[in-house]
Every structure is written in C-alpha cells, then in structure tokens.
C-alpha cells in the first residue's frame, strides 16, 4: 500500500472510532492487529502514533502514553 493510501485509511479509522463515545481500547487494538498484520514492523508504531493522533486517542484515558509506548514495542 502506498503511504497516501495508508494515511487516508488512518484518517478514516479514526474517523469511524471516534462516532458514539469516542475511541476505545477495543477499537485501537484491532487497528494495531491490522496494521501488524499488514505493514512491515518499523512502520506499525509510526502509523499507530498517526491513528492516536486523528482518533484523539488517550486524551481522556490515563495511561494513554503507556499504551504507545506498548505499540512501539511491539512493533520492533
């Protein structure tokens, strides 16, 4: 997949995600399970940081910096 590509699909996960209540931790981790199921693994934490950021992720969560300190894990 190209980058614009990926980008547009980022924008439009956290798009959908944040509907109803906002982003949650079940919605964030089938992003991260599609991503590491589709991307290389150094491309999966910078495309989950770009998911956080549209998504608004953790901004009314604690922990929220934990959590992508997870997903940079994970994806080396």
């Known amino acids: 997949m190209s980058e614009e590509i990926l980008k547009a699909l980022t924008q439009l996960f956290a798009i959908i995600s944040k509907q ?3 982003t949650s931790t079940v919605e964030r981790d089938f992003i991260i399970a599609f991503y590491e199921q589709e991307l290389a ?3 999966v934490a910078e495309y989950i940081t770009l998911y956080d950021k549209y998504a608004e992720f953790g901004i ?3 922990g929220s910096e934990a959590d992508a300190a997870k997903a940079k894990q994970r994806a080396t």
Request: net charge negative.
């Open 20 to 22: 109803d209540s906002g």
């Open 60 to 62: 009314f969560e604690e």
């Open 41 to 43: 693994k150094e491309m």
